[in-house]
Structure formats: structure tokens, C-alpha cells
């Protein structure tokens, strides 16, 4: 009796030690039964084709949850995620356009687009950070300006981006999609952001502000360097952006910042700080594209679609946080 | 001289001297500003803002992280039922009241049973709540034309009612004195800012800690519930998703107000002073003329300036 007894909780413990280990097992498990689901609807969805679409799609939207990971990690916000990928979608596309769109316009375009993404980011962390605002209504108040100002750029949407740019974002080099090698180079930078101080810095800094502080952090600028870390990979999202909708629009990300803080919860990390995982926030992405294309093949009406998505992410959003809190347990 | 010092640092002193500051470079900018009409008017916006923000104003009292993202949805929502049960007939409004009600309550109890029963965090619940609510919209609109308001409503929300003053603003002004006497002379107030500050105190001395939260968010959603009826009223009609500015402007207004985000500390009436700052501020951006870009420029440039007036985070110390 008494190793009956025993087994279920040594298997509970080993599934809490994986989940330890492992926070963004959960939603690994929901995007594999979401690409079951997607197949099961519609076997061509799972094809090389489709699955290469669907990354190039939801590349953008990967990146920002990446972006909005790292502030999350020290229990701040950005509801200017969103703002900054439009900003830096419109600014790189003008300036590619008006320097004629060569390999070299491109490049000095992007880098100055990696610039413009981290000022913003510096901003927002100046604002929450170092002048102490209020995360949510100091980040929605920058957000308003970046707006402003991507309006200023391109007051309306349209401007075509470059052929060499999207054709390169949605063509092949060597025979492989050219997102998988933006992936894998995506994959090799979270690993090596992991292994850094800051990341250690920011978990520690959004697990308990005051204990980070009596230990010597250097509170302010982890924080900041956590809004710039976002900056950067917004732009990072806004070059994605751009190079699938092959033009500037200074209001595309705008709906984008709630997506991105859902996928951050999706993937298992605490929005009061101090937990998480980038992978999972990548995986949550992944699980909002796949709800919106199963939801697509399951033959939804199209009046439908918008609500059973919602009803969906609902219920995945509390999934996630169900499934972290068991994890930190 | 202390005394005074704090009195000054009193959010709702430092809205109502902005707000006259802000008219009275309104009036330089553009003649007429400040005129008895323009100032209603002006008003009644601030009306259909600061009923949606007295809702989110109790769910932020109450703490722990509490926050309504879902009050736009219910805005746009309550709008649209509002318009297709009265379809432009003076009969159906008090049907169109209690559905509007009954609608917002419903939304408010799922927010507060998800983050009561399952502990989700208001953020994302109310986050969730919204993107269910905007696909319940497209179905909504897609299905049925989006009806107009009846007469009376339209009189009550834009016509004078009594003292020359529209019914909308006597209904704010009702909803003024009665949260500042729900809150700060009745048991379920004086709970709010219990459960609000500290929330295991709360609990160890007998509030029914759960019950409260899921009654807060069903008072956002009603709150709501009745904007989205009012805006029918000024709009004439519905359309795509009217609601949708209220969400964060609300949490702004509530700021604005004095009250934490923490929970537990501020009130409605410093609130009410927030929403009318911002509808001004709105207001003045419109009259003066630049294009687009730069008065959105202008406007959270300025939102930022003002939020250093209010309850700035303490500065760590060891």
C-alpha cells in the first residue's frame, strides 16, 4: 500500500522538477497539440510550405514577445512595444526608399533602425525606471509620442518597401527559407543573452526590488537596460514586419502590444517579474498564430473567427498561468 | 507652511489647478473656449469618460494589481445592445438599461470569478475578457444593423434637462456623491480600501475577500454598461468599436485622479477632476491647429509631464 501511495507523488515531483527545469514545457504541449489540431483540419497546413508561412507571418510578433519578455522580467511593462515596431517600420522603409534601395541603403537603414529602436527603448526606461512613473500609463503615454511621431514619418500607410528587402525576408538562400536562418541566428542570440549577467540581474531585480537593491544592484540601470534590451528587439520585430507586409504603416503594431503581452503569459512566464523564459514567450507567439489558423481550417464562419480566437486565447492565457504557478510551486 | 505643502500636493488640488490653467491658455489659443456651452460640452465628454473610470477606479482600489482592460469592449458592447433594443424608440430604454446591465454584470463576473476562483492575474484576465468581447463585436455587427438611440436618450445625453445643464452631467454628478459616500461611509467602501492595502489583514478580519473582488468587477462592467448607453446617446448611432479609447484613458483619468495603482489609497472625486483634465487636454490639442502627428506628439509628451505631478514610485533605499 504504502508504494502506492508513494508513486503518484515521486511522478508529481518529477513532473514539477521537469516543469522546473523546463517552464515553457506547457507551451511546448499546446503548440504541438495546436499543430495535431491544424493538421488534423487541414493535413496541407502542416506542409514545409505552410509551416515556412506561417514563421514569416508570426516572426514579428515572435520578436516582440521576445522584446517584451526581458521587461517583464523585472515586473515592469511596455504598452509601447507595439508603438516603437511601427516607428521603426515606417522610418526604415522612408529612408530605404528615399537612398534609392541598394544592398547598402538597406543595411545603413537597418542599423539606424536597431538606433532608433534602442532611444525609444531608452526612453521608456528613463520614464519608468529613473523619473519612477507608473510602468502601464508611463509606457501608454510614450507609446501616444512614438505614434506621433511614426505618423510625422509616413502619415499614411502604403510606401513600399524595397524589393531586394522583402524578397530576401520571404525568399531562400542555399535552398532554406531565409526565416529559419533568422530564427536560428534568433535562437543563438537568446542563448547567448542567457548566459549574461543581465538576465540574472533583471530576474532578480522583478523577483524582489528592495532585496536586488540592499544586495548592491544597481537597480535603475537593470531596469533600463531591460526597456532597452525591448527597444532593440521591437526593431528587431518592425524588420520582420516589414519584410512580410513589404511596406511602411505607422499604425500596424498597434494591436500587436496586447498580443505580445499575451504571449509572454502564454509561455509561462509571471507578469509580477522574476519568472520566465523567452522560449516560452516564443512558443506563446507560436500558439497565437496557430489558434488564429486553426480556427481558420476548422471552417469557422468568418463572423465567428474573431470570437472563438479570443475564447481561445482566453482560455490558454489561463492555462499559462495556471500551469506557472504549478512550475514555481 | 507643511501644511500647506501637502495641501497643494492634494491630486485633486493639482487637477483642478491644471484644468483652470488649461482653460484659460484654451481661451488665449482660441476665442470662446471657455465659454458656458463649450465648457458643457466639454463636460458631457468628460462625463461618458469619468463613469467608465469610476468603475476601473474601484477595481484599482481594491489592489492586488487590480485593473479593468476589458472596459472598452463592454463600452462598445453595451452600445450596440443598447441600440438594437431601443432602435430608435423612446419605449425601449428602460429594456435597454436593464440589458445593458445585465450584459456589463455578466462580463464583470466572469473577469472577477477568473481572478478569484483561478487567481489570474486582472491584467491578463481582463485581457483576455477584451479580445473575447471585441470577436463577440464582429459577430454582433455582422449579424444585426447597429440600431440607433431613441430621442430621449439623445435629449438627456446633449440637450439641457434642468438648470440649463444636460441630464448626462446630473447623472455624473449623482454618480459622484454616490461612490464618495460609498466609499468612505459605507461598510463596502471602507472594505474596498481594506482589501485594497492590505489584503490578508482584510481577510484575517472577516471580509469576504473573494466576494468583494468578483462585486468590484461586476461594478466596472455595469459602470461601463451605462457609457456605452450615454455615448449611444451622443453618437446617435453605434459604430466599429466606440469603446475602445476608454480602455487606457480611463486608467489614465484614475491616475490622474490621485488614486495608486497599488490600490488602497485615492478616491473618485480627484478622478472625476482627472477626467475632465484629460478631455480638456484632448480638447485643446483639436482646437489648436497641427496635423495629427504632432498632436499626438504634443498630447504624450504632455500625459508624461503630468504624471510627474502624481504619486511617483519611492526612491529605493537600503
Not at chain 1, 494591436?255 to 523564459?277: D, H, R
Not at chain 2, 490653467?21 to 465648457?39: I, K, N, R
Not at chain 2, 473610470?53 to 463592454?74: M, T
Not at chain 2, 455578466?106 to 473577469?111: E, I, R, S, T, V
Amino acid at each position: 500500500m504504502a508504494d502506492v501511495a508513494v508513486t503518484p507523488r515521486a511522478r508529481a515531483g518529477g513532473i514539477r522538477k521537469l516543469l522546473e527545469r523546463y517552464p515553457f514545457l506547457p507551451a511546448l504541449v499546446i503548440v504541438a497539440a495546436l499543430l495535431l489540431l491544424n493538421g488534423v483540419f487541414s493535413p496541407n497546413s502542416l506542409s514545409y510550405r505552410s509551416l515556412t508561412g506561417l514563421l514569416s507571418t508570426y516572426m514579428a510578433l515572435i520578436m516582440l514577445a521576445i522584446a517584451q519578455t526581458y521587461v517583464v522580467y523585472a515586473g515592469d511593462i511596455d504598452l509601447s512595444a507595439g508603438s516603437i515596431l511601427s516607428l521603426v517600420n515606417v522610418a526604415i522603409v522612408v529612408l530605404m526608399e528615399r537612398w534609392g534601395g541598394g544592398a547598402g541603403a538597406v543595411l545603413l537603414a537597418l542599423a539606424l533602425g536597431l538606433l532608433l529602436g534602442l532611444a525609444c527603448g531608452l526612453v521608456n526606461g528613463i520614464v519608468v525606471a529613473a523619473l519612477r512613473l507608473q510602468a502601464i500609463v508611463a509606457t501608454f503615454a510614450t507609446s501616444i509620442f512614438f505614434t506621433g511621431f511614426a505618423l510625422y514619418i509616413l502619415p499614411v500607410a502604403g510606401t513600399p518597401a524595397p524589393a531586394l528587402f522583402w524578397r530576401t525576408y520571404g525568399g531562400r538562400l542555399l535552398g532554406v527559407p531565409f526565416v529559419f536562418y533568422i530564427l536560428a541566428v534568433l535562437v543563438v542570440l537568446l542563448l547567448v543573452l542567457s548566459r549574461t549577467r543581465l538576465v540574472t540581474q533583471l530576474l532578480a531585480v522583478g523577483d524582489d526590488q528592495q532585496a536586488a537593491f540592499q544586495t548592491g544592484l544597481p537597480v535603475v540601470p537593470v531596469r533600463i537596460k531591460g526597456y532597452l534590451l525591448c527597444g532593440l528587439f521591437s526593431a528587431l520585430a518592425a524588420f520582420c514586419i516589414t519584410g512580410d507586409t513589404a511596406s511602411g504603416d505607422p499604425l500596424v503594431g498597434g494591436k500587436m502590444t496586447l498580443y505580445s503581452v499575451a504571449a509572454v503569459v502564454l509561455g509561462g512566464s509571471a507578469l509580477s517579474g522574476g519568472w520566465g523564459t523567452v522560449v516560452g514567450s516564443l512558443l506563446g507567439a507560436l500558439t497565437i498564430g496557430l489558434i488564429n489558423s486553426v480556427v481558420f481550417f476548422m471552417g469557422t464562419p468568418s463572423e465567428w473567427q474573431n470570437f472563438v480566437q479570443g475564447l481561445a486565447i482566453l482560455v490558454v492565457l489561463m492555462a499559462g498561468v495556471l500551469a506557472g504557478r504549478r512550475a514555481r510551486a | 507652511m507643511t501644511r500647506i505643502l501637502t495641501f497643494v500636493r492634494e491630486p485633486l488640488i493639482i487637477a483642478l489647478v491644471l484644468i483652470a490653467a488649461l482653460l484659460y491658455l484654451g481661451e488665449m489659443l482660441s476665442p470662446g473656449f471657455a465659454s458656458g456651452g463649450q465648457v458643457l460640452r466639454l463636460l458631457i465628454v468628460a462625463s461618458l469618460l469619468g463613469i467608465v473610470a469610476a468603475g476601473q477606479n474601484v477595481v484599482i482600489l481594491g489592489g492586488r494589481e487590480g485593473i479593468d482592460l476589458s472596459v472598452g469592449g463592454v463600452v462598445s458592447l453595451s452600445a450596440i445592445i443598447a441600440g438594437n433594443v431601443m432602435n430608435g424608440a423612446d419605449g425601449g430604454i428602460v429594456p435597454a438599461i436593464l440589458a445593458c446591465l445585465a450584459a456589463g454584470a455578466f462580463f464583470g463576473l466572469l473577469n472577477g470569478l477568473g481572478v478569484t476562483l483561478l487567481r489570474i492575474p486582472p491584467l491578463v484576465m481582463t485581457l483576455g475578457m477584451l479580445g473575447v468581447l471585441q470577436g463577440l463585436l464582429v459577430v454582433i455587427r455582422m449579424g444585426i444593423p447597429s440600431g440607433r438611440a431613441a430621442p430621449g436618450l439623445s435629449g438627456f445625453v446633449t440637450q439641457p434637462f434642468f438648470f440649463g445643464i444636460p441630464g448626462i452631467i446630473w447623472l455624473w454628478i449623482a454618480i459622484g456623491v454616490l461612490m464618495a459616500f460609498m466609499l468612505h461611509r459605507t461598510v463596502f467602501g471602507h472594505r474596498i480600501y481594506a482589501i485594497g492595502s492590505n489584503e490578508h489583514a482584510a481577510y484575517m478580519a472577516g471580509v469576504p475577500v473573494r466576494l468583494m473582488r468578483i462585486a468590484l468587477f461586476m461594478i466596472s462592467g455595469m459602470f461601463a454598461a451605462i457609457a456605452g448607453m450615454c455615448l449611444l446617446g451622443y453618437s446617435g448611432s453605434s459604430f466599429a468599436n466606440v469603446g475602445e479609447q476608454y480602455t487606457l484613458s480611463s486608467i489614465i483619468a484614475v491616475v490622474f485622479g490621485g488614486t495608486s495603482l497599488a490600490g488602497g489609497k485615492g478616491g473618485y472625486t480627484g478622478t472625476m477632476a482627472g477626467a475632465i483634465l484629460l478631455v480638456i487636454l484632448q480638447s485643446i490639442l483639436t482646437t489648436v491647429n497641427i496635423d495629427e502627428s504632432g498632436r499626438q506628439m504634443v498630447f504624450g509628451a504632455t500625459l508624461l509631464l503630468l504624471m510627474m505631478f502624481y504619486g511617483r514610485g519611492r526612491a529605493m533605499r537600503a
